[in-house]
């Protein structure tokens, strides 16, 4: 596990994006993780590839928030508007 303070992360961003490449980066401020840093390898294994806006809503995530949305399918075009 790395972990960067805040002030140590914005000092040397490279340095973690490196760490980020063998796991997570943990950011801390004030002594308490705040944000978490990883590669995109491992993002896309966890979560996959959206595909499209409404695919980064990961059901997962509607899930711990108590939310239950379902989207329609949009395969048609949005219409035009139109003014009087």
């Given amino acids: 596990m790395t972990t960067f303070s805040a002030q140590e992360f914005n000092r040397n961003v ?3 994006k490196r760490a980020a490449r063998d796991g997570p980066v943990f950011i801390t401020s004030r002594g308490k993780v705040t944000h978490v840093l990883e590669g995109i390898e491992t993002y896309r294994a ?3 590839q959206p595909q499209e806006l409404f695919g980064a809503l990961h059901p997962a995530w509607l899930d711990d928030l108590g939310l239950d949305l379902e989207l329609p399918d949009r395969t048609e075009l949005p ?3 139109e003014f009087d």
């Fill in 79 to 81: 219409r035009a508007a």
């Fill in 46 to 48: 966890r979560f996959g």
């Fill in 14 to 16: 490279t340095a973690a």
